[in-house]
């Protein structure tokens, strides 16, 4: 079957220190990969994704890789702002079935100023 | 409109009451989703419409729960006898037809049953 198994949170962190979220996904077929963040008070945004093996998702300085050898897909940012404390959520989109979304369980991070 | 619209943003019910959450998807997404978020969860996929029809519902986790979609736009999602259980933000979520594409959420109805 399908599912998404991100690291557990929450993450701290200082302002402009590096930014790792795990996430490593099993699929049946060959499916997309996403990140969404939600921000406080907010609903979910897309922040980037990527639809084939070794393609880099990126967007507002966060990238992430999808990597099928190892079944990976992990969020990184070089500098985080305090802005970026949000809630992360990897998904992988099922193509074959009803391009249905599988989240993950999402990894809160905080950013201390 | 600019974006999936759901409504009420919080509805709180007895316990035993029937309750109808509603979703509006962005104009011409064919594609609409419902998922359930609990607590410090991941979004659960409940039942997705491809434009009339309810192409797969295997998510609903009991017959209390069902959702239509009638005319291929707006959607309800409809609890019957409601339990302290299915106390949960509910969200939409709207996309074109095809793979790989982006699913656009709105904000949520947060159901507290009490």
């Known amino acids: 079957g399908n599912s998404v198994t991100q690291m557990e949170g929450p993450v701290t962190l200082s302002e402009e220190a590096f930014l790792t979220i795990n996430c490593t996904y099993t699929?049946?077929?060959?499916?997309?990969l996403f990140w969404y963040v939600q921000y406080p008070g907010e609903g979910l945004q897309l922040l980037l994704k990527a639809t084939k093996a070794d393609d880099k998702g990126s967007n507002k300085g966060f990238e992430a890789t999808y990597r099928k050898e190892t079944t990976s897909f992990h969020l990184e940012k070089g500098s985080v702002q305090v802005s970026d404390s949000a809630v992360y959520f990897c998904?992988?989109?099922?193509?074959?079935?009803?391009?249905?979304?599988?989240f993950g369980s999402g990894t809160k991070l905080n950013v201390k100023p | 409109g600019a974006g999936v619209s759901q409504t009420p943003s919080n509805k709180v019910t007895e316990k035993g009451k029937y309750v109808e959450l509603r979703c509006d998807p962005i104009s011409g997404h064919t594609a609409l989703y419902w998922y359930r978020q609990s607590l410090g969860q991941g979004p659960e996929f409940l039942i997705y419409?491809?434009?009339?029809?309810?192409?797969?519902d295997s998510g609903l986790p009991n017959d209390r729960f069902f959702a239509v979609r009638p005319e291929g736009s707006v959607s309800t999602l409809k609890i019957q006898r409601t339990e302290r259980g299915d106390s949960a933000v509910y969200l939409c979520?709207?996309?074109?037809?095809?793979?790989?594409?982006?699913?656009?959420f709105g904000q949520g109805t947060r159901l507290t049953v009490v």
């Open positions: 699929a049946t077929g060959y499916p997309s």
């Open positions: 979520a709207s996309s074109t037809t095809g793979g790989n594409t982006e699913a656009f």
């Open positions: 419409f491809q434009g009339t029809g309810a192409a797969d």
């Open positions: 998904a992988l989109n099922d193509a074959y079935n009803f391009n249905k979304f599988y």
